[in-house]
Each structure stands twice: as C-alpha cells, then as structure tokens.
C-alpha cells in the first residue's frame, strides 16, 4: 500500500513539474510583454485615439504598437511607426491610403 501511495506521489511530481515548466515561461513571456508595455508607453508621443489608421500604412505595423510620427491627408490624421514611413508614405499617399485601414 506504501508503495502505491509513493508511485502516485512520484507521478504527482512528475506532471507538477512538466506542468510547471510551461507556466515559468508563460510568467518569463508576461515581464517581457510589460517591459514591452513599459518602453512602448514611454517612447509613445501620440495616442492611438488621435488618429484615423488602424495601421501604418508604410510598414503595416498596427499604430497601437506606438506611434512617434503623424502626418494629415486629405480628413485624416495618420498615425506612423517612425518618421521614415511618414517620409515614404508622403512621396506617394494616394497608393498607401487603402493600406492604412482608417476608421
Ligand atoms: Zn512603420
């Protein structure tokens, strides 16, 4: 009976740990996405709420992501990743408008 009890024990420990192991990184992920949440809170110099796009229209990263750069179009405000997908954008609007997906 002892001996029963012990192997349950045994295997008990075994799935807490192979239970375990997944739960740590999910915990690893968790600090990196709020390290994430934090840089991206202070380098953010424009709220997703102030612009129309859903996404950069140069890179198609989604603006909630950050936005550092802004530029008008025609009613809209646009929000953009980084001045250089601003620049790209501004040399040819017309083509790279559908890609911003505005509201
Ligand atoms: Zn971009």
Redesign the pocket.
């Known amino acids: 009976m002892k001996k029963i009890i012990a192997v349950t024990f045994i295997s008990t420990s075994v799935l807490f740990v192979a239970c375990g192991n997944p739960t740590s990184d999910a915990s690893v992920n968790d600090t990196a996405a709020a390290t994430m949440a934090m840089d991206t809170m202070s380098t953010k110099t424009y709220e997703v709420s102030l612009v129309n796009n859903k996404k950069?229209p140069?890179?198609?990263?989604p603006v909630t992501a950050g936005i550092s750069d802004t530029a008008h179009y025609e009613k809209y405000v646009l929000g953009?990743?980084?001045k250089?997908?601003k620049d790209e954008f501004l040399k040819n609007p017309k083509a790279a408008i559908a890609a911003a997906e505005v509201k």
Request: proline share 0%; net charge negative; with cysteine.
């Open positions: 950069d140069t890179c198609g990263m953009f990743c980084s250089e997908c």
